[in-house]
């Protein structure tokens, strides 16, 4: 159980466009999803927060116009990278929670993001 | 503030032989303690948390890791390490809300 999936695994696009990423938690009530980003050979950095039906919230330095999260039912959350510029290329990766419980996550495969 | 250290950019060990990898950690409150391993492209796989109760934690894949409170240290360690143990590390710390601080990673190579 506990199992997270993410939409796409990999995504090229050209610097200026928008793209989106989708977090699901396949079998079970996601009531808390994190978004990191993972830069080569170095560590996750938390993004934001979000809970369903609420805004999220975004760890300082983040742009939330530029990296937009939605977090609309329990099972789904997505990030919308807008604009895209070469150095928002980058590993993405979702985490969800349950419950009261939300330093138990669990975590998505990641997605490569290029922006050419 | 919450703060993870994991001193070693690289462990190196023969396959068979035990390995270590260190961490520590700085906390206000009561730490709960998580260890992560991520292949290549891949996400992060759980392979032990340390909530409460006993100090010697056993998780996947015959990790163990030892909560030490006076130390503030939570190493991982595997008694005969394989090949296929080769891939990054990462130990982590929250107090209970949701943020999770993850440490630099530790990149373990297992030489055959």
């Known amino acids: 159980g506990a199992v997270v999936s993410q939409h796409p695994s990999r995504v090229i696009c050209k610097s200026g466009t928008s793209v989106k990423i989708e977090c699901r938690s396949l079998d079970f009530q996601a009531t808390t999803m994190f978004w990191y980003r993972q830069f080569p050979k170095k560590s996750l950095m938390l993004m934001a927060t979000?809970?369903?039906?609420?805004?999220?919230?975004?760890e300082q330095g983040v742009e939330k116009d530029k990296f937009l999260i939605n977090h609309a039912s329990l099972t789904l959350s997505t990030l919308t990278v807008t604009s895209a510029h070469p150095e928002d290329s980058s590993f993405y990766i979702c985490s969800a929670s349950r419950g009261r419980r939300a330093y138990e996550q669990y975590f998505g495969p990641g997605t490569r993001l290029t922006v050419t | 503030a919450q703060s993870v250290a994991q001193p070693e950019d690289q462990v190196n060990v023969a396959e068979g032989n035990p390995l270590t990898v260190k961490c520590t950690y700085s906390v206000s409150g009561n730490p709960y303690l998580f260890w992560y391993v991520q292949y290549p492209n891949r996400g992060l796989q759980f392979l032990l948390k340390?909530?409460?109760?006993?100090?010697l934690v056993k998780g996947s894949y015959g990790f163990e890791a030892e909560f030490n409170k006076s130390q503030t240290s939570f190493h991982l360690k595997k008694p005969s390490a394989l090949v296929s143990d080769s891939a990054l590390y990462f130990c982590?710390?929250?107090?209970?809300?949701?943020?999770?601080?993850f440490g630099a990673g530790t990149r373990l190579f297992v030489k055959a």
């Open positions: 979000s809970n369903e039906g609420s805004k999220a919230t975004y």
């Open positions: 982590a710390v929250n107090t209970g809300g949701f943020k999770t601080i």
């Open positions: 340390y909530i409460t109760g006993d100090n």
